[in-house]
């Protein structure tokens, strides 16, 4: 059995210590907010939060998990950063397909966390690994703009 911070909660899971994260957030936890993309840590679909920083759990093996706090998209609004990020995201509608939304999400929060009023260059670096197969990067920069600017004020 491991042992796994979720969202603010203790849950135990019986699995292997390669299986990788997100297979045991979504079959095992059923937590499916957190999407397979490519199954190589390449477009960014699976992101979550280890102890703040974002992650491919689709690379990330469960027994790198244990003692940490993991934060997905079913927990990220619980956050000052990822509250203003879902707000930000509905307010520009971002969304096309949605696919790749939680993972963009959860990256955009993880910077927003670190740097409240990011630059081009800090976004660019910090969504680089998120791809969005609809091409709303656009729409992506505003509402992570919009998002900075809101969490300010909050």
């Not at 899971?13 to 907010?33: I, K, Y």
């Not at 998209?73 to 509608?93: F, L, P, S, Y």
Request: charged share 20%; net charge positive.
């Amino acid at each position: 059995m491991i042992s796994l911070s979720i969202n603010g909660k203790i849950r135990e899971v019986d699995a292997a210590p390669d299986t990788p994260l997100l297979w045991v957030l979504r079959d095992s936890l059923r937590l499916t907010g957190t999407k397979f993309g490519c199954g190589i840590a390449q477009c960014g679909a699976c992101t979550v939060h280890l102890d703040g920083e974002p992650v491919r759990s689709c690379a990330t093996p469960v027994s790198a998990a244990a003692g940490k706090k993991v934060t997905t998209i079913e927990g990220i609004g619980a956050t000052r950063a990822g509250k203003a990020v879902q707000a930000a995201w509905i307010r520009h509608d971002v969304p096309q397909c949605g696919y790749c939304q939680s993972g963009q999400i959860m990256s955009a929060s993880a910077l927003l966390a670190k740097k409240r009023a990011p630059s081009d260059a800090d976004i660019d670096a910090a969504m680089s690994g998120n791809v969005c197969r609809c091409g709303t990067y656009n729409q992506i920069r505003a509402a992570i703009k919009d998002a900075a600017a809101s969490a300010k004020g909050a």
